[in-house]
């Protein structure tokens, strides 16, 4: 009887242990909703559209379309939005409510593929582009907190490779700038081109403030790039500034921003003082009974307390601030349009004693003379000062020497057992301590243009373009730096001063007749840099306290160098587009240089 019993009660049991479980299961479901959605997605035309992205909005939960269209996905509420992206096409969002099936006809974005880019030499719009070619808007840069143009460009656009190499607050000469990647054993930085202008160097796009920029194209492949001939070889990135609007109001902006910069978590664990002395006795000792008792000796008494055990990281770094104000005013009448600019950045480095300074102006000025002429002006000016740059080549090592160095650098009897000659060259306080480097940077730029419809569909361009640019260095290593221990300090002074001009004269036709639209595009250029360097260096001083007013106070003085160097270039340029019905596109462009360089 008591068996009987038991397994009726182990029956029930069971079976209500199953309903219990099962009774859970369907509230869980019903909670949460979750399904899975299907569909198929095709254009007007009712051809499949591939890859179209489907989120659910507000998630990461997506798919993308196959090769006929259709899409599964998951994990679905009936309270969610369906949001379907595709590349020219206009958005779609759906409600999915009880559907377990939606299907979407996308239209195509009109406005988007009838966007104006601008090329090398001439603009086009996005539904001709034959090439691969990322704009970035100046809404992608919109509110960034950032020192400079590149460092703003961080992950705007595929292909675009900026890499940080240290806690430089200019940014500017220690970051990677590639497209594409690695091209070369030599530069890879691409060309920069300004309203037009090609720039020496890529570095001196951070000379722009980010707030002027109203887009910036990256022609990444060769058939974009052939146009700038081998400048172009390593991509080219086009900088266009901001304009004012014809027959608007005068329009004010104002805006002032405040940061902090802090030393990031390192991926690193570095022992503690304590750790690494027991570390020390246990392998670094090499048997030597001076080391074995020094460092037994620093465990006995709890030597990692002692005042002259340093955490160098924390020495040599701090926690930064930065400041940033901005103002323009831009607008523009029936045939006049104007921008007007000032920007002002103040930026301390995290590695002590470093900081950065930058002022900048703008000024765009469009005159529409009649119907069929043009005149305008960009100028711009910037200066800028930066103090002990890690980019400079005796600060490099400054963070790696403070996580290799011994925390037990200064402690009482080890220089004597290691006999260290100078144990204060060792220490990574002598990069922030005796060392001073000032860099001061001031740049000129305008830009003419005149522009000439003479017939309908045959216009004149012509510009020219000035470059003034200049840089004052001077540096000072005190006699425990790695140079002062032989020279018992060093000094130099350095003035470098670049002059370049750009003419330009290029003639533009275009022509639609039905379906056929072709255009044709033709151009001049001359171009002349040059640049002189003057340099002076002394050693050996007895006394440093008055800094780099005492050069001239060195034992050993060297006569001054000065270099000068300079080239020419002369180009021919054309370009040739042909599209029928505004789906097939063919276009061929040919460049010829001559330069004083070969």
Known sequence: IKKSTFSTFARYSLALLWCLIATGISGVYGQSGAKSVSGRIVDEKGQPLIGVSVLVEGTVNGTATNADGTYLIKGVKDTDNLKFVYLGYKTVVEAVGKKTEISVTMAEDTSYLDEVVVIGYGTTTRR????????????????????????????????????????????????????????????NSPLVVIDGVPQAEASRMNDLNPNDIESMEILKDAAAAAIYGAKGANGVVIITTKRGAASTKPKFSFSLTGGLDMNPNIPLEVLSPEEYAKKMLDYGTYDSPNLINFWQNVIDNKGWNNPSVHNWMDEITRTAKKYEANASISGGTKGTTYM?????????????????????????????????????????????????????????GVILNALQISPFLFYPGLADIMNYSNVNIMSPLVAVDQVNINNRYSELNGNIYFNYKILKDLTFSTSASYRQYSMDQDKLWGSDTWYGQSERGRMEISNREENSWVYEARLQYAKSIKKHSFSLMGAFEASKWSMKDVYNKSTNFEDMAVGIWGIDKGLVT??????????????????????????????????????SKF
């Open 128 to 187: 001709h582009i034959t090439s691969a070619i990322s704009t970035v808007n100046r809404e992608d840069l919109a509110d960034r907190p950032v020192a400079n143009i590149q460092q703003a460009l961080q992950g705007t656009a595929a292909n675009l490779i900026i890499q940080t190499r240290n806690y430089d607050p200019t940014g500017g000469d220690q970051m990677n700038l590639s497209i594409r990647g690695v091209n070369t054993i030599g530069n």
């Open 558 to 595: 060297y006569a001054p160098k000065y270099t000068y160097d300079s080239n020419q270039m002369v180009s021919f340029i054309s370009r040739g587009t042909y599209t029928f019905d505004n789906k097939y596109v063919l276009n061929a462009s040919l460049r010829v240089d001559g330069s």
């Open 340 to 396: 007007l600019s000032l920007g002002y950045l103040n930026n301390t480095g995290i590695i002590k004693r470093s900081a950065f300074d930058r002022f900048t102006s703008r000024l765009n000025l469009n005159q529409e003379v009649n119907s069929q002429i043009d005149i305008g002006i960009n100028l711009s000016y910037s200066t800028s000062k930066d103090k002990n740059p890690v980019s400079d080549w005796s600060q490099s």
